[in-house]
């Protein structure tokens, strides 16, 4: 496998993330679709993972794995048409900046909620 698949899996794994966006906010969506979809971007954000990043090798393979897995799932639960028209959105650039400081204040809150209650648990545990 090259370098050059392996960007091209990258890009179309972004677009698919991007597409899957569009589908959480159509109504003709099915709802299991949109539970994994929520399960999946979830998982992808939390900074907690099911096998632990600094266990070599294994750390990280629950990411290359479940992930894409995940994605791969919720884009067969969609309807074709629809993620035609999503696909097709993602492709227009029609995401907007105002979508991109959303998505980055959360992970940075989340971030920031994590750092506060380790700190909390370390004072606590050190009176």
Known sequence: MNIENLKNKARRLKNDTLALYFALQDPRVPFFAKTIIIFIVGY????????????????????????????A??????????LVECREK???????????????????SIWILII????????????
Request: no cysteine; glycine share 6%.
């Open 73 to 82: 799932l919720a884009l067969k639960m969609i309807p074709k048409e629809i």
């Open 44 to 71: 992808a954000l939390s900074p907690i993972d099911l096998i632990p990043d600094f266990i070599p090798v294994l750390g990280y393979l629950d990411d290359l794995i479940i992930v894409p897995l995940g994605i």
């Open 90 to 108: 993602v492709k227009n650039g029609t995401l907007n900046t105002k979508i991109k400081w959303i998505g980055a204040i959360i992970v940075i």
């Open 116 to 127: 506060y209650i380790s700190i909390k648990i370390i004072i606590a545990h050190k009176s």
